[in-house]
């Protein structure tokens, strides 16, 4: 597809700018191996449980958006589910698993180490820059105070915040309103099809997927990407 120039851009964050995926197992089990002890439960056998449940309780799209906005709290009821899967009382328990697991997740997250590099390069040229990502308001915004990130960006629209997230079409109007530019001259970058790519597409905006990992599209995507990214560098080269 033939370019168009970029006026404004919309990021993601989770998995786009930060590093918010890698370590998920390992904070995961450090947290078990760590709380589950003075409670008399196997670690190990939690961890299981863990596994499966986590997949239950995300899979589902609208706990996945109500329980998103808090994820301490959900955090605590996936371990609460996988507790009672494995028949094990243990007060206080999934209380502690879920903080000490969001303290380790906290420590683990890194931006990605092109990051900052291409964010300083569209604000030296000037470009309109929003942050656009769902979520718990505390947890995004804390992202955003420890890794500098606020600087960059004339906007930020954190779901916890404004009320509703995406895919709603209220979030990427606010966005581009904010930004005062037109969805036909801006861009957004994320990892998610359909929230980051499909969605804004469909007011016009033009979709960047990051595909960090070089898997490529999913099996029968309805979703088109104006461009596939494996680094956020190769933005750079859209202006031209």
């Keep these: 597809m ?3 120039p970029i006026a404004a851009l919309l990021f993601d964050l989770d998995d786009t700018l930060l590093d918010y995926s890698s370590g998920v197992d390992g904070s995961w089990a450090g947290a078990c191996h760590a709380c589950c002890p003075q409670a008399s439960v196997d670690p190990a056998a939690l961890l299981g449980e863990l596994a499966e449940t986590r997949r239950w309780f995300w899979d589902d799209p609208e706990r996945h958006r109500r329980e998103r906005v808090n994820m301490l709290g959900a955090w605590q009821h996936i371990v609460e589910f996988a507790l009672e899967r ?3 009382a243990a007060p206080g328990l999934a209380a502690a698993v879920a903080g000490d697991f969001a303290a380790r997740r906290r420590e683990g997250m890194r931006l990605f180490p092109d990051a900052l590099e291409v964010l300083e390069h569209f604000r030296r ?3 309109p820059l929003a942050l656009v990502t769902n979520g718990d308001a505390v947890q995004q915004r804390d992202k955003i105070e420890r890794h500098g990130l606020g600087r960059f960006f004339d906007a930020i629209l954190i779901e916890g915040e404004f009320g509703t997230g995406k895919p709603e079409e209220v979030v990427y109007h606010h966005a581009l309103q904010a930004l005062g530019a037109s969805a036909t001259t801006a ?12 969605a804004p597409q469909r007011l016009g905006v033009r979709g960047v997927w990051m595909d960090r990992e070089g898997r490529g599209l999913p099996s029968g995507s309805v979703v088109r990407p104006h461009r596939i990214i494996r680094a956020l560098d190769e ?6």
């Design 235 to 240: 933005l750079i080269v859209l202006e031209r």
């Design 2 to 4: 033939t370019a168009a």
């Design 86 to 88: 494995l028949g094990c």
């Design 187 to 198: 861009w957004m970058v994320g990892d998610h099809l359909e929230w980051d790519v499909g």
């Design 125 to 127: 040229q000037g470009v």
